[in-house]
């Protein structure tokens, strides 16, 4: 049988639109379907920037990952001719000997990164707008930085769509259903064929791969992000690295001002339960939302707690263990799906979207991704 699409992709936001490019680079024929319009505001990839580090404190196995992500992202900005990435370096931060530290050091030391690490008396040298606690270590990556996520994916889209892929907006799916030939993807009063089907819906997945027979533990989550007036000498681009800072309570992200948009920070852990299509969108509809992040500035970075610039929300899709799933379905081979990125996920996309795509057409790929399979949390 002959369907008018070799693939489709379910979600074209952060792993769906990097599918979708490298899909289109080996020119497949390739449809990929949003219930939005990439880049928007309502998944995970929006908020401008996001941090992309390779000594990995959620665990070395993420190494290689990152690694290659780190090559496939300065391959898209020199491609799309645009700034995708700034190397700000990436401070992490946190009480000595947790696992979290110990982790980033041990996986430089597994794969060879270069990485410093600084007790806080050469921190509070090195950045006086850190207020750090005596027992703190930093680890610096010099290599790593920023990502601005949404020019990632407009980027993406527009080469993948030079190349002949396609992409459906505003067309929510309702239905998804692969049999032994192919894949039905049935979106409003449309049904749309291929022969292979990926789902990269983010906090939709479930629902959607529930569809297709498979229950996945997902939980979506609110998150809350925002930018606070700071002092640019200290905390500007050009002098202050991204950062992830884990507490003896929560754990913190943030990023440097760029162009004077003001030090951006974030809580990693905690948020609400949330179903994504009737979430509260507004920040500060919640206290914590702003009320968290002061208190980090206040006790960390407090000549970065000036007033509210601008505050935004946006959605986790978490799993039980905070680890990825990538995998495919156990009956019905021609359906691979990719999320549960836990809020650590957009740095990857584009080896996912690699490994998505090696997958649909030689089912198989260069990297290794077994450790991420649904089959953890299956007894």
Same mark, same amino acid.
């Given at each position: ?217 997902? *939980? ?7 930018? !606070? #007036? $700071?002092?640019?000498?200290?905390? %500007?681009?050009?002098?202050?690295? &991204? ?84 995998? *495919? ?7 691979? !799906? #990719? $999320?549960?990125?836990?809020?650590? %996920?957009?740095?990857?996309?584009? &080896? ?28």
């Amino acid at each position: 049988m002959s369907y008018p699409y070799e693939v489709i992709v379910v979600g074209a936001g952060s792993m769906g639109m990097a599918a979708g490019w490298h899909l289109a680079q080996q020119g497949v024929r390739t449809l990929l379907i949003d219930a939005f319009h990439p880049p928007h505001t309502m998944g995970s990839h929006h908020g401008e920037t996001r941090i992309i580090r390779h000594a990995y404190g959620e665990g070395r196995q993420y190494v290689p990952l990152a690694l290659r992500a780190q090559e496939l992202w300065l391959d898209l900005q020199a491609e799309a001719g645009t700034r995708l990435f700034a190397q700000t370096g990436v401070l992490s931060l946190g009480p000595a000997g947790s696992p979290f530290m110990e982790e980033v050091v041990r996986s430089s030391v597994s794969f060879d990164l270069p990485l410093e690490v600084l007790d806080t008396a050469e921190i509070r040298r090195r950045w006086p707008g850190w207020r750090v606690p005596d027992d703190y270590v930093g680890c610096l990556e010099t290599s790593s930085g920023v990502l601005f996520s949404e020019d990632c994916i407009r980027a993406m889209r527009q080469l993948g769509e030079a190349r002949g892929m396609q992409v459906l907006v505003d067309a929510p799916v309702d239905d998804i259903r692969v049999d032994g030939q192919g894949a039905s993807v049935r979106a409003g009063s449309s049904v749309y064929t291929a022969e292979r089907v990926i789902v990269t819906a983010g906090a939709w997945a479930k629902r959607l791969l529930a569809t297709a027979g498979l229950d996945v533990p997902l *939980r979506p989550t609110r998150k809350a992000i925002a930018w !606070f #007036a $700071c002092d640019e000498n200290l905390y %500007g681009a050009a002098e202050f690295p &991204a950062f992830t800072c884990g507490t003896d309570t929560a754990h913190y992200y943030g990023f440097p001002s760029f162009n004077g948009s003001g030090l951006k920070v974030g809580r990693h852990d905690g948020g609400q339960t949330a179903d994504p299509d009737t979430m509260e969108r507004t920040f500060g509809a919640y206290p914590e939302d702003e009320g968290d992040l002061r208190r980090f500035l206040r006790d960390y970075l407090p000549r970065a707690n000036g007033r509210l610039l601008t505050g935004k929300t946006c959605v986790y899709t978490m799993t039980p263990d905070e680890h990825f799933i990538i995998d *495919r379905h156990p009956e019905r081979p021609q359906l691979l !799906f #990719a $999320c549960g990125f836990s809020g650590h %996920g957009f740095k990857f996309a584009s &080896a996912v979207g690699e490994v998505l795509a090696q997958l649909a057409v030689a089912d198989s790929a260069d990297l290794d991704v077994s450790t991420f399979s649904l089959r953890r949390f299956q007894h």
